[in-house]
């Protein structure tokens, strides 16, 4: 039987680097379609969880995340730091998804919309130990009794486990803001689960 040797490989099959988020951002502001579709390509499953997280019962929540990504290509040259093109679209993303909850409140207070409950089990993995999925069933189930604010930094909070100052940085809020909103979902989350 005869061994397999392994042909050393020229130097121009080495491993290639991908771009940063810096480089493809700064060729995505000279035009290059191609730096677009690679960011789109990076990041839309992330803004796609992170749409899905917030408003996990949205038949649109395709459309939410591509008006995100188009809101973000609009504003590219607004980007001050081309490396944070990530958290800069979070931020695209968690707004996005407020202004659609405010929509939606509002066209259910009209009479326009019947308010949809969310499915848990859709929401919360199988795989999920079972305290993070008892914690994930009382917010799901807390979420369309509260303001649109308190309910984003619920989400933000207890399910995507950012910080506070993240979670102010994506909601475009003062820390001392979010600590508020914070308190008052908590406050409500807390009764919810009482007997």
């Known amino acids: 039987m005869m061994a397999l040797v ?13 771009p940063t988020d810096a480089a493809l951002v700064l060729a995505a502001r000279a035009g290059e379609e191609w730096a677009r579709e690679a960011l789109f390509r990076r990041y839309a499953r992330l803004a796609l969880s992170l749409a899905y997280r917030i408003l996990p019962y949205d038949a649109d929540i395709d459309d939410l995340v591509q008006d995100s990504f188009l809101y973000a290509f609009e504003r590219l040259n607004g980007l001050t730091n081309p490396q944070a093109f990530q958290a800069w679209l979070s931020s695209i993303v968690v707004r996005t998804a407020g202004k659609r909850l405010r929509r939606r409140k509002l066209q259910i207070r009209l009479g326009l919309r019947s308010s949809e409950p969310v499915d848990v089990d859709q929401v919360v993995s199988r795989a999920a130990p079972p305290d993070v999925a008892a914690e994930l069933r009382a917010v799901y189930a807390l979420l369309e009794t509260l303001p649109v604010e308190e309910r984003i930094a619920l989400v933000l909070r207890r399910v995507e486990r950012l910080e ?20 008052a979902a908590e406050a409500q989350l807390v009764r919810a689960s009482k007997p």
């Open 164 to 183: 506070i100052p993240e979670i102010a940085e994506h909601m475009g809020l003062s820390i001392s803001t979010v600590k508020r909103r914070l308190n």
């Open 6 to 18: 392994q042909k050393p490989q020229p130097p121009d099959s080495a491993p290639r680097q991908l």
